[in-house]
């Protein structure tokens, strides 16, 4: 054993044995490499930090606590959503949904619980596609015009459709294996099996997670059906941490850690009543930790606050590729780190049939809560999540009138127009101190800085759905369609090879090309030299609007 992996076995040791002495560190930025690093996004869904390596003792999560002990585990990073669509479009763009109207879930696709209900506004929402400004790119484009081969296994759900020009490849196939010899990477793996709906789905499997031992929040009421629910929950994550452990191997088998930074998050907290959907911190907070090539600032813990809208900036950060002005987000890794946040931001809308509009600012310390539609219950008809056993147990109590008082919140018919927590004393956000003589100071303090954000971001929360449609669609809410691109050829001297140059006079649009039909779409960023005689065929995109028709041409 070399001395530098040496050194790096004793931190793991350290990282390991010692994790309860790990002290919160603002350190230094990681290396500059003096190669292309490929960044892996493990992924999975509807999961709160419950794991071994977040001081959860119930958690069976080895592999993802040995992963934290080679990294650096962030204890404050959030979603801007308690639901997948928002936070991915988040994700994807690095921007907030909100600014580019991706709040509302979902928005391309119909419910059929909206079939179910009278109300005529539901009835007259529209189905559409979130349309950023011109500007605004997945951000995988800027990756791929640097050269690195970009995969996604396999979950998009952007509020949009996925461009041809945002993946190499986006499918339960997707990997880096399929890249050409050398090319750098960024590869995302989803995992699904902490979702929600495995709660219920696999309902009737054995239990190895004992529900005596659970901790059941205090807006639950104590029952064994709640504790079977949340004990599945930690199956699923037991689960979840194999499969980690499965793509963990294949980057050591391909001799990649050396190589690779990686990182692990969820899409949002808990798939559990009243976090899920939700932006209290049960519903936005997650696990994240990275793990970097050389070991670089293993086992020590990261205090900064993290929003969803930094991960695009701090993946190009980290590659090495300049960060585009449009992004709201900010580095918090790699050469362009940028200042650490004061606060983060989140946003509760529509989900499926139950309207609602509420914003959160959070700071280390407090949250505040801003609820729109205050004449609305907390708790309204919402059939897919009222399939789990854990949320059909609150109803019967509710009905029943067996909820204390503390209960029975949730269940109010209306809601208090602010909100405000002191996380450090109440983390499940039960004691509204927004009246609180004592606490005035620090609520005009975040409702001021909400109002910043609203503003400063162009909330449009507030607008109804059917008139939404025609600001991202004007003026008539009729979807756009990008324009056909023009393939511009220039011979090169008396050989065999053409100089193709690409163009599209939609604003913002992007284009991808393919090289003969068998080949995937790539991204146009420069003009190309290509052979004559090849067939090129050609197509025009841009977030939000419908693709143009394919070119196709044979290059003579």
Same mark, same amino acid.
């Given at each position: 054993m070399s001395m530098k992996h040496l050194v790096y076995f004793f931190i793991l040791v350290i990282g390991v044995? !010692?994790?309860?002495?790990?002290?919160?560190?603002?350190?230094?930025?990681?290396?500059?490499?003096?190669?292309?690093?490929? &960044?892996?996004?493990?992924?999975?869904?509807?999961?709160?930090?419950?794991?071994?390596?977040?001081?959860?003792?119930?958690?069976?999560? @080895?592999?993802?606590?040995? =992963?934290?002990? /080679?990294? %650096?585990?962030?204890?404050?990073?959030?979603?801007?959503?308690? %639901?997948?669509?928002?936070?991915?479009?988040?994700?994807? *763009?690095?921007?907030?949904?909100?600014?580019?109207?991706?709040?509302?879930?979902?928005?391309?696709t119909r419910t059929s619980a909206i079939d179910k209900i009278t109300d005529p506004d539901l009835l007259?929402?529209?189905?559409?596609?979130?349309?950023?400004?011109?500007?605004?790119?997945?951000?995988?484009?800027?990756?791929?015009?640097?050269?690195?081969?970009?995969?996604?296994?396999?979950?998009?759900?952007? /509020?949009?459709?996925?461009?041809?020009?945002?993946?190499?490849?986006?499918?339960?196939?997707?990997h880096w294996r399929? #890249?050409?010899?050398?090319?750098?990477?960024?590869?995302?793996?989803?995992?699904?099996?902490?979702?929600?709906?495995?709660?219920?789905?696999?309902?009737?499997?054995?239990?190895?997670?004992?529900?005596?031992?659970?901790? %059941?929040?205090?807006?639950?009421?104590?029952?064994?059906?709640? #504790?079977?629910? &949340?004990?599945?929950?930690?199956?699923?994550?037991?689960?979840?941490?194999?499969?980690?452990?499965? =793509?963990?191997?294949?980057?050591?088998?391909?001799?990649?850690?050396?190589?690779?930074?990686?990182?692990f998050f969820s899409d949002h907290g808990d798939g559990l009543p009243r976090a899920k959907r939700w932006i209290y911190d049960s519903g936005i907070k997650v696990p994240l930790i990275i793990r970097y090539p050389d070991l670089w600032g293993a086992g020590t813990i990261n205090d900064n606050l993290i929003s969803f809208i930094d991960f695009a900036p701090t993946v190009l950060s980290l590659a090495d590729v300049e960060i585009p002005g449009h992004m709201q987000g900010r580095a918090f890794a790699g050469q362009q780190k940028a200042v650490d946040r004061e606060y983060i931001f989140a946003a509760k809308d529509r989900m499926d049939p139950a309207m609602d509009n509420r914003r959160a600012v959070r700071d280390k310390h407090f949250k505040y809560i801003k609820n729109y539609m205050p004449e609305r219950p907390y708790v309204q008809f919402? @059939?897919? #999540?009222?399939?789990?056993?854990?949320?059909?147990?609150?109803?019967?109590?509710?009905?029943?009138?067996?909820?204390?008082?503390?209960?029975?919140l949730w269940f109010m018919q209306c809601k208090p127009s602010e909100e405000l927590y002191d996380i450090t004393v109440d983390p499940y956000e039960i004691n509204n101190l927004a009246g609180h003589s004592d606490y005035k100071d620090v609520l005009i303090?975040?409702?001021?800085?909400?109002? &910043?954000?609203?503003?400063?971001?162009?909330?449009?929360?507030?607008?109804?759905? *059917?008139?939404?449609?025609?600001? !991202?669609?004007? @003026?008539?809410?009729? /979807?756009?369609?990008?324009?056909?691109?023009?393939?511009?050829?220039? /011979?090169i001297g008396s050989g065999d090879s053409v100089s193709v140059r690409l163009t599209c006079s939609t604003e913002g649009a992007s284009i991808g090309y393919k090289i003969n039909e068998k080949d995937h779409w790539l991204l146009y960023s420069k003009p190309i030299l290509l052979k004559r005689d090849i067939v090129l065929s050609v197509q025009s995109v841009r977030l939000g609007f419908k693709p143009s028709d394919i070119v196709v041409e044979k290059l003579n």
């Open positions: 044995f !010692l994790g309860g002495c790990e002290k919160t560190e603002h350190y230094s930025l990681p290396p500059k490499y003096d190669f292309q690093p490929n &960044i892996v996004w493990i992924t999975c869904e509807d999961m709160s930090p419950r794991l071994g390596c977040y001081g959860d003792s119930i958690a069976k999560s @080895p592999n993802i606590d040995n =992963l934290a002990a /080679q990294g %650096v585990r962030y204890t404050n990073a959030f979603s801007v959503s308690g %639901v997948c669509a928002p936070s991915r479009s988040a994700l994807i *763009t690095g921007m907030y949904p909100t600014t580019i109207g991706s709040m509302h879930m979902r928005t391309m007259a929402i529209p189905t559409y596609e979130a349309v950023p400004s011109p500007d605004v790119k997945c951000f995988t484009e800027f990756l791929r015009a640097r050269g690195y081969y970009c995969s996604n296994n396999s979950k998009e759900d952007y /509020q949009f459709k996925r461009p041809v020009t945002a993946w190499d490849e986006s499918s339960k196939r997707a399929n #890249r050409d010899v050398g090319q750098p990477f960024f590869a995302v793996f989803n995992f699904t099996i902490t979702h929600e709906s495995q709660i219920w789905i696999r309902a009737k499997d054995s239990l190895y997670t004992d529900p005596s031992k659970v901790v %059941v929040p205090p807006y639950y009421p104590d029952t064994p059906i709640i #504790r079977k629910d &949340i004990a599945r929950h930690y199956d699923n994550i037991a689960l979840l941490d194999r499969q980690v452990d499965g =793509l963990l191997y294949q980057l050591k088998e391909d001799g990649l850690m050396d190589s690779t930074i990686i990182f919402l @059939p897919y #999540r009222d399939q789990m056993d854990l949320m059909k147990e609150l109803i019967k109590y509710n009905k029943e009138g067996r909820l204390d008082e503390v209960q029975s303090k975040l409702r001021n800085e909400h109002l &910043i954000w609203k503003e400063e971001t162009n909330d449009w929360g507030l607008i109804p759905e *059917t008139e939404l449609i025609k600001k !991202l669609w004007p @003026p008539d809410g009729i /979807q756009p369609v990008t324009e056909v691109p023009k393939i511009i050829m220039k /011979q």
